[in-house]
């Protein structure tokens, strides 16, 4: 860290930045103007001026209370102090009007707020400051004035240490006079565009037309760039020609590969922050291209193809939607068709797959409680250990993957294997998505699917979407040759129930009573970091599933005042239903057919009568 630049930034702060800001603002200038100072890494304290335009008396500035993350997490906890001054550099009054929002006296020729954060979260979720880099999701850290949410916004960035850059999809401003200042044209843009700045590597490609940044934070030897573009290649075109679209010239992958804790994506309109443990990473890879595909098709379903329930955004409280089941769930379901096409994913990975998601919604008693769209407006309760107990909740990623197949095989059956969820989709982006409009949650997607079907599918909404009806699977298996096997056996028990959603931490649900694993200390609510030395990531459910009754387990964990510690004891063992899909006796020549398609992600193509 460059300590003279700190030092200068600093006074900058108080004082001369004041008349500098001051001079360079023309009367017709309604840009809201921010300047982020690294100012000190040891500390994670970052400094935020914002100088706000002339206009009312009185101003109000709200830092959001969530983002990323259906979670309230009331970032203003991490606000040292806030000050104003006026245009001729004289203290502004600064009045709190709750615990996010903030009140800024004789503003109307225009002010300069200042307040200090301390940056100190990690993951795509977070925002990170510290002597190795700072990646920012800015609105964790970045007020907005409340009358000029929708104006036009410019962030500089500022005491950057010796050799550090800025990687942001967000645009730089004209003429390029400066490569750490960049524009959007309203707060949601600028806060739906993350800012990685460091000693980062960076390469890109060209494919369909659009250029896309690949920008990596982690030791080289941990990654392979060569290996990643070439997956990053195969899952552009494949989505891109599966969706017959590409909404954007240019796109950001932005990675991160800890040696610690780390995992998930967070979807942005033309960029995607994506942590990925190192170890992880090294031995289990297709880890990275399943959270890739999955983050990358959100940037047509839930950032274009959006729910009218999420629009606009609170950023002041909850914003509840039905629609995370199709948002998130369904994401997933196309994640693994664009797989399967870029050759990343094989019919047998992909089955097993299917099968370990029944097993997990079949084994949670809440199945038949509580149903997709509720989990989906339940989701600001996943922060809470009890929710998260089988009996509870279901998991909208979960139960909406599931949907989307199912809906893709009620689809096809309907017509005839003319329409597809490919179909469905891109319905649902030419007709809302590219008209600007959102779609009525599920009544959306429902009418989406009846459109390229042409047949009510009330009946298929109202037992599984809405309703807790048992799902026939073979039903709708039995049209591609599949069935879904049950059998009774007795396997290990490891004594707990952990939950993963797709981007979240693993975190212990439930713990079996009188269970080793609750003589041994485990609690319900503690996040598990490492499972027999190996760093949790998205096979360790599979891996916990392979143990075997008297196997040491051993865990290290952090609790829920934050303390990590390490945990030890053996496994039980229970009954249980274990779940296969596998090919009815006699699959006929239709049904491998359907099944081609239906892997290709594609509709049957009509096959013309042969001349005689």
Not at 104 to 110: D, F, K, V
Not at 524 to 547: C, F, P, R, W
Request: charged share 25%.
């Amino acid at each position: 860290m460059n300590s003279s630049r700190v030092k200068r930034a600093s006074a900058l702060g108080l004082g001369r930045a004041v008349l500098f800001f001051w001079a360079a603002l023309a009367p017709a200038y309604a840009a809201t103007e921010y300047t982020i100072s690294l100012v000190n890494p040891a500390l994670h304290l970052v400094e935020v001026q914002i100088l706000l335009p002339p206009g009312t008396p009185q101003r109000e500035l709200q830092l959001p209370v969530w983002n990323a993350l259906y979670q309230v997490r009331d970032f203003a906890q991490y606000i040292n102090w806030v000050r104003a001054k006026d245009r001729a550099g004289q203290p502004s009054a600064v009045r709190e009007l709750n615990k996010s929002r903030w009140q800024i006296s004789a503003a109307e020729g225009g002010a300069l707020v200042e307040y200090q954060i301390y940056v100190d979260t990690f993951g795509p979720f977070g925002a990170q400051f510290n002597s190795h880099h700072a990646f920012l999701n800015l609105a964790q850290i970045l007020m907005y004035p409340v009358d000029a949410r929708n104006g036009p916004m410019i962030v500089r960035f500022s005491a950057l240490p010796e050799g550090w850059h800025v990687a942001t999809p967000l645009a730089s401003t004209a003429g390029g006079e400066s490569k750490e200042k960049f524009n959007a044209d309203n707060y949601d843009q600028l806060v739906d565009s993350p800012v990685e700045i460091g000693t980062f590597r960076e390469s890109g490609f060209d494919e369909g037309g659009a250029h896309y940044r690949i920008v990596v934070d982690a030791e080289s030897a941990d990654y392979d760039l060569q290996k990643t573009e070439a997956m990053l290649h195969k899952i552009v075109s494949a989505a891109t020609t599966w969706m017959d679209d590409r909404p954007f010239d240019s796109y950001m992958f932005l990675y991160h590969f800890p040696p610690g804790p780390a995992g998930g994506g967070m979807e942005h309109s033309y960029s995607t922050a994506i942590d990925l443990n190192a170890e992880v990473l090294a031995r289990s890879p297709e880890a990275l291209a399943s959270v890739t595909a999955h983050e990358f098709f959100h940037l047509w379903n839930v950032k274009r193809i959006r729910p009218q329930s999420l629009e606009p955004v609170d950023y002041t409280k909850e914003n509840y939607t039905r629609a995370l089941w199709f948002s998130e769930g369904c994401t997933s379901t196309a994640a693994d068709i664009i797989q399967l096409r870029a050759g990343l994913l094989d019919e047998g990975q992909f089955e097993r797959g299917l099968a370990s998601a029944i097993a997990e919604l079949e084994r949670r008693p809440a199945h038949l409680t509580q149903s997709a769209e509720d989990s989906s407006l339940d989701a600001w309760l996943e922060g809470n250990a009890y929710y998260r107990r089988s009996e509870r909740s279901i998991s909208y990623y979960n139960k909406g993957e599931l949907l989307g197949i199912m809906l893709d095989l009620a689809v096809r059956e309907a017509s005839h294997g003319q329409a597809s969820l490919r179909e469905v989709f891109q319905w649902m982006n030419q007709h809302y998505a590219k008209q600007g409009r959102f779609f009525p949650d599920s009544e959306g997607v429902r009418e989406a699917a009846e459109a390229v079907s042409h047949t009510d599918l009330g009946w298929f909404f109202a037992k599984y979407v809405s309703g807790t009806e048992e799902v026939p699977w073979n039903n709708f298996f039995r049209g591609v040759g599949l069935r879904v096997v049950e059998e009774k056996t007795t396997v290990a028990d490891a004594g707990f129930v952990a939950s993963r959603n797709f981007d979240g931490p693993m975190t212990v649900a439930a713990v079996t009573v009188g269970s080793d694993a609750e003589r041994a200390g485990l609690r319900s609510g503690d996040t598990i970091l490492e499972i027999n030395g190996k760093t949790v990531g998205q096979e360790s459910s599979e891996e916990i599933a392979g143990l075997a009754a008297g196997d040491t387990i051993t865990v290290r964990l952090r609790g829920r005042r934050g303390a990590d510690h390490e945990l030890k004891w053996k496994a039980g063992s229970r009954d249980e239903t274990i779940f296969d899909v596998k090919d009815l006796d006699n699959v006929t020549q239709e049904q491998r057919g359907r099944r081609m398609a239906w892997l290709k992600g594609e509709a049957q193509v009509r096959q013309e009568p042969q001349p005689r």
